[in-house]
């Protein structure tokens, strides 16, 4: 099964920057559609970005400028990086990943990130 392993969650003051890494055990060449997703305390599970390819599904956050994605192919490995941090994204961060000519998708364990004074 493929697993994906996340890392660089914590705390952070308001205004300050996290970067998140998420590791898949399967080559970058083989992932049809892979992202990231937060869920708040009491709240819906919601998207942060989905890419493939061709298309990208960015939230806001990601046209005002305040986050970006890179990868490493190397290391098989997508970070986020979030800058100019606020309260309101507090939340689990999950990696998602689906493989080409599959229709199931996979999780990683989840990161928090509190953004607190």
């Known amino acids: 099964q493929v697993q994906l392993v996340e890392s660089g969650g914590g705390l952070v003051q308001p205004g300050g920057s996290l970067r998140l890494s998420c590791t898949a055990s399967?080559?970058?060449?083989?992932?049809?559609?892979m992202g990231w997703y937060r869920q708040a305390p009491g709240k819906q599970r919601e998207l942060v970005t989905l890419?493939?390819?061709?298309?990208?599904?960015d939230s806001a956050d990601f046209r005002q400028g305040r986050f970006t994605i890179s990868r490493d192919i190397a290391k098989n490995t997508v970070y986020l990086q979030m800058n100019s941090l606020e309260p309101e994204d507090t939340a689990v961060y999950y990696c998602?990943?689906?493989?080409?000519?599959?229709?199931?998708?996979?999780w990683g364990q989840g990161t928090q990130v509190t953004v607190s004074s």
């Open positions: 998602y990943l689906r493989p080409y000519r599959s229709t199931q998708g996979y």
């Open positions: 399967i080559n970058f060449s083989s992932i049809d559609t």
């Open positions: 890419f493939t390819q061709f298309e990208t599904k």
